[in-house]
């Protein structure tokens, strides 16, 4: 190869290496000078400690938990919730953990996800973490992920000065809304960490950890409602659950987690105010109602529920049923699938809540689909048209996303057919994908109307066919007799004659 071809080539490489530093120089100095100038427009709070709240302030003047008082460990802390915290202070911010998870660590009890809240707003924590997201509407929060772990920052919330704090701003740039019913709509104001407790539910989720001394700040008596086990809110309990009625669920589901009772200033009002639970987006009731009856405590929250009257509001096909009757059969499938819900739970097994609402709903389908009936429908079309009218009705309160209600659907549609097991039917049965959920539904029913009704029976038989081998499943079958054949009349053919040509 020439020279001169050669020393081309070399030049151009070298031309190319030159350039490509350039370039990157260029772009870290830029990335600086942007960076200098992001943190003179975002000065971030000085760290302090919490001051004891204005004379006007609802709370107590704030209680410092030492170390040396208190039983929580960084051991027992999350370690990406601690690097959240630690970063979070060394960019020059305050943060804590906050509410559940310093709850639960007091009570001995292993928290399920670990919340921060700090002085940085979400702009300035998305600074801070690279693997940071900004969601929510109602109240802008930041998500900092760790794989499947996200611990959730948020910042200092502030008071509301009125129906709409900020008069001189356009609506859609307001940070702040409530309704014409007191309910928080949208709550970007953020304050200080005092303003912040007093914004808190419940006293026993107003208390704060940090790691710059490793104490807990409690500021509104929240370690002498864990000692008096009390579920107590902060304020006047009318006008926080006015802002949010989600808080009446929220009761219930911490009395019967923790074992605690719920003051009677704070329950009091729950009965006359459970009507505002209707002003709640029907898919985050859903949510609210799945932490009710999925973990492990269904069968208490559902007795709560209706001794509050909360039932009325979120179920009034089923509260109407038993206040019919407080001890028949539509309280009693009830119950008995709470209870079957809660021991799964503990012994870790899965739990669906297609079967929970299939349950819940089951007497109100049937008692709509025998009204049908009667008018003349047929048993299949009437049970389709109820089905669809119950969970029409359900959905306007609490929207049981599709691949739910399918389920419902199948287990519904199937109790019929398994009272159908002549010939083949049985086997084809079996072969449903749904079949299981279908037999455990048939099985609670029959412990639900064990009386006058041959439900018993026929689980049995069921459960002797699912494991019996091939021989005993047609003995089955023959021992029937008449049995598990559809005594609907049959549909008779008619063939017209053709007419003979003469």
């Not at 999925?294 to 096909?317: E, H, I, S």
Request: glycine content about 4%; hydrophobic content about 40%.
């Amino acid at each position: 190869m020439p020279y001169k071809t050669v020393l081309l080539r070399r030049i151009t490489i070298i031309s190319r290496v030159l350039d490509f530093c350039r370039r990157t120089i260029s772009g870290k100095s830029k990335a600086n000078k942007a960076q200098e100038i992001s943190r003179e427009n975002t000065t971030p709070t000085p760290v302090r400690a919490p001051r004891a709240p204005a004379a006007a302030s609802l709370l107590p003047a704030v209680q410092r938990i030492t170390r040396d008082q208190h039983a929580i460990s960084r051991k027992d802390i999350s370690p990406n919730a601690l690097k959240v915290l630690y970063r979070l202070k060394d960019a020059g911010f305050d943060a804590y953990l906050v509410g559940g998870c310093i709850r639960d660590l007091l009570l001995g009890i292993k928290p399920k996800d670990f919340d921060v809240v700090t002085s940085a707003n979400p702009e300035q924590v998305k600074q801070v973490f690279r693997n940071c997201r900004l969601i929510g509407r109602r109240f802008r929060l930041a998500h900092v992920v760790f794989g499947r772990e996200i611990i959730e920052v948020a910042t200092f919330r502030g008071h509301h000065s009125g129906a709409d704090d900020e008069t001189d701003v356009a609506p859609k740039q307001k940070t702040a809304s409530l309704s014409d019913h007191g309910q928080i709509l949208r709550d970007n104001v953020y304050g200080t960490i005092e303003e912040d407790a007093e914004r808190r539910d419940f006293t026993i989720n107003a208390l704060y950890y940090s790691v710059s001394d490793f104490s807990v700040y409690d500021f509104a008596n929240g370690m002498q409602a864990i000692a008096e086990r009390k579920i107590e809110l902060i304020g006047d309990p009318e006008t926080r659950y006015r802002e949010d009625p989600v808080r009446i669920l929220r009761a219930i589901r911490f009395a019967t987690k923790l074992n605690m009772q719920i003051a009677p200033a704070t329950a009091e009002p729950i009965a006359q105010l459970a009507v505002m639970l209707k002003n709640i987006p029907p898919a985050r009731l859903f949510d609210e109602l799945v932490k009710l009856l999925l973990v492990g405590k269904a069968f208490d929250n559902f007795m709560l529920m209706r001794d509050t009257k909360v039932l009325k509001q979120l179920l009034p096909q089923l509260d109407k049923l038993i206040n019919q009757d407080p001890a028949g059969k539509a309280f009693q499938l009830a119950t008995k699938a709470l209870q079957n819900t809660d021991e799964r739970v503990d012994a870790d097994k899965p739990v669906t809540p297609a079967f929970i609402f299939a349950a819940l709903l089951w007497y109100p389908v049937e008692l709509r689909s025998q009204a049908l009936v009667i008018d003349g429908l047929s048993e299949i079309d009437a049970m389709n048209i109820a089905i669809t009218e119950v969970l029409d009705d359900i959905q306007r309160t609490i929207a049981i996303p599709k691949r739910f209600t399918l389920a419902m659907r199948d287990i519904w549609a199937l109790q019929s057919r398994l009272t159908k097991r002549a010939g083949r039917r049985a086997f084809k049965l079996l072969e449903q994908p749904k079949f299981r959920g279908a037999y455990d539904f048939l099985q609670l029913r029959a412990k639900a109307e064990a009386q006058d009704s041959g439900l018993p029976e026929l689980a049995l038989w069921w459960e002797r066919f699912q494991f019996a081998d091939e021989t005993g499943r047609l003995q089955l079958i023959n021992h029937l007799g008449k049995e598990g054949i559809d005594k609907g009349p049959r549909r008779r053919r008619s063939y017209k004659r053709k007419s003979s040509e003469s």
